[in-house]
C-alpha cells in the first residue's frame, strides 16, 4: 500500500499563516483530505477535494495540491488553530485509503 | 442532524472477541460507503477497514486482515466490526466514518471521510 508523508510538528506565530505539507504516490492519481483534530476529540474535515470546505469551517483554511505533493494552508493562524492535522487520500495500490501520519501544529 | 455514535469498546483480554457497533442517523445510511478508522494512544489515525454501501465490497488493512469482519446492517442504519483475536496492538480508539465521494462538472472524484462518531476505547490488556 502507499504511504503519505507529513512533517511531524510545525509551528506559527499567532496570526500568521502556516502552510502543512503531505507527500505520496496517491497524490498524483487523487485529492488529499485535510482533517483537524483536537486533543480528546474526533477528527474533522477541514478540507477536501481541490480546495472545498465544509460548512463552517472558517475561510481561513485553504488547499493546495501539485505533483505528488498536497498543501493545507492556514492564513492567519488563530489559537484555536491549534491541534493535530492528518491528510488522508485514496490509495492507488490496494487499499482504499491510506492516512498521513499527522502534523501537530503549535500557534506561538 | 447527521451522527454516528460507536460502542461496544472496552477491556478485553488478548485473544479475545469484541464487537464494535455504529449507529448513523440523520442520513440515507444504505447510500453511503462507510469506514472503520482506529487511532491506538499517543499515535496517528490508521485506516482499519472499508464497506461499499450495499456491504458487497469490502477491504481490511493488513493488520488487521484475517481477524477482524466488517458489516453493515441497512435496515437497521448500523456498521459492525467484529474483531477477534485481539492483541495488544490492537488498543486504540476506533472510530465510524461517513464515505463521500463527489465530482463537479464530471470532473475529478473527490473521496473524503465527512462524518465521524466520537470514537469507542478499545483496550487488550491481561
Known amino acids: 500500500s502507499s504511504e503519505l508523508t507529513q512533517d511531524p510538528a510545525v509551528s506559527v506565530a499567532l496570526g500568521q499563516t502556516v502552510r502543512i505539507t503531505c507527500q505520496g504516490d496517491s497524490l498524483r492519481s487523487y485529492y488529499a483530505s485535510w482533517y483537524q483534530q483536537k486533543p480528546g476529540q474526533a477528527p474533522v474535515l477541514v478540507i477536501y477535494?481541490?480546495?472545498n470546505r465544509p460548512s463552517g469551517i472558517p475561510d481561513r483554511f485553504s488547499g493546495s495540491s501539485s505533483g505528488n505533493t498536497a498543501s493545507l494552508t492556514i492564513t492567519g493562524a488563530q489559537a484555536e488553530d491549534e491541534a493535530d492535522y492528518y491528510c488522508?487520500?485514496?490509495?492507488?495500490?490496494?487499499?482504499?485509503?491510506?492516512f498521513g501520519g499527522g502534523t501537530k501544529l503549535t500557534v506561538l | 442532524e447527521v451522527q454516528l455514535v460507536e460502542s461496544g469498546g472496552g477491556l478485553v483480554q488478548p485473544g479475545g472477541s469484541l464487537r464494535l457497533s455504529c449507529a448513523a442517523s440523520?442520513?440515507?445510511?444504505?447510500?453511503?460507503?462507510m469506514n472503520w478508522v482506529r487511532q491506538a494512544p499517543g499515535k496517528g489515525l490508521e485506516w482499519v477497514s472499508y464497506t461499499s454501501s450495499s456491504g458487497n465490497t469490502i477491504y481490511y488493512a493488513d493488520s488487521v486482515k484475517g481477524r477482524f469482519t466488517i458489516s453493515r446492517d441497512n435496515a437497521k442504519n448500523s456498521l459492525y466490526l467484529q474483531m477477534n483475536s485481539l492483541r495488544a496492538e490492537d488498543t486504540a480508539v476506533y472510530y465510524c466514518?461517513?464515505?463521500?465521494?463527489?465530482?463537479f462538472g464530471g470532473g475529478p472524484y473527490y473521496y473524503y471521510m465527512d462524518v465521524w462518531g466520537k470514537g469507542t476505547t478499545v483496550t487488550v490488556s491481561s
Open positions: 488522508n487520500s485514496r490509495d492507488s495500490s490496494g487499499n482504499p485509503w491510506v
Open positions: 440523520g442520513f440515507t445510511f444504505s447510500s453511503y460507503e
Open positions: 466514518a461517513r464515505e463521500t465521494s463527489i465530482t
Open positions: 477535494g481541490k480546495n
